[in-house]
């Protein structure tokens, strides 16, 4: 099935450092989702995007609906240790998340 | 957001034998549910939506009779690997939506067939 584009990939970063990442579809979505996993768990959901340039906060995350419908954008910021794992975007179409397209993933690793 | 229940959360079988994970939504009566398989550094791939009372619609390439689903009732959904092989071998995670427009995980069933 389709997989949209997460990048990058993995990254290491320092203990209170910023960090991007971002989600890119060959086609829009009117939903975008972004989740967290930790190792052996199942994925968290962290933020939740409805509508085109909606820019929303989840305390030191924020992430943004792109105006084309076909991205999406995840900052952490001065991030910690506890920050580690895989973040995952998910596209949806259906309105009520009965279809998620999920993302390759970006893996963060934080060194102290 | 709704809260997800496996079990159990890792089992070890032989080749041949059939395998039953249950997903139980615990504060919302869920019609809908999904089940997930995930391979080791993959991200996640839907197999099938689950349906309360009815079929399941499985995913293109998901084989309904290898991966059997039932959802009987509104907490509960089962997924059930018959003939297991080494290659079944993954980390198997429900979802449900909770009535809302996002999909809440369950912490997921790690299979390892020998």
């Known amino acids: 099935g389709q997989q949209l584009n997460q990048s990058p990939q993995s990254m290491f970063i320092q203990e209170g450092e910023d960090v991007s990442m971002n989600c890119t579809s060959s086609?829009?979505?009117?939903?975008w989702l972004w989740y967290k996993q930790d190792p052996g768990e199942g994925p968290v959901l962290l933020i939740a995007?409805?509508?085109?340039?909606e820019l929303t906060s989840n305390g030191r995350l924020t992430a943004q609906f792109g105006i084309t419908r076909k991205d999406s954008f995840l900052n952490i910021s001065a991030s910690i240790p506890s920050d580690v794992g895989i973040y995952f975007c998910a596209g949806d179409n259906t309105g009520t998340a009965s279809k998620l397209t999920f993302g390759t993933g970006t893996r963060l690793q934080v060194t102290l | 957001g709704a809260v997800v229940s496996q079990h159990p959360s890792w089992v070890i079988c032989k080749s041949g034998t059939s395998v039953k994970i249950e997903c139980r939504s615990l504060d919302f009566q869920a019609t809908t549910m999904f089940w997930y398989r995930q391979f080791p550094k993959q991200s996640l791939m839907l197999m099938a939506t689950?349906?309360?009372?009815?079929?399941?619609?499985?995913e293109q390439g998901v084989e309904k009779d290898k991966f059997l689903i039932n959802h009987a009732s509104l907490t509960l959904s089962t997924l059930t690997v018959t003939s297991a092989h080494p290659e079944d071998s993954s980390f198997y995670i429900c979802?449900?939506?909770?009535?809302?427009?996002?999909?809440?995980f369950g912490p997921g069933t790690r299979l390892t067939v020998l």
């Open positions: 979802s449900e939506s909770g009535g809302r427009s996002e999909q809440f």
């Open positions: 689950s349906n309360e009372g009815s079929k399941a619609t499985y």
């Open positions: 086609s829009i979505f009117n939903t």
């Open positions: 995007l409805y509508k085109a340039g």
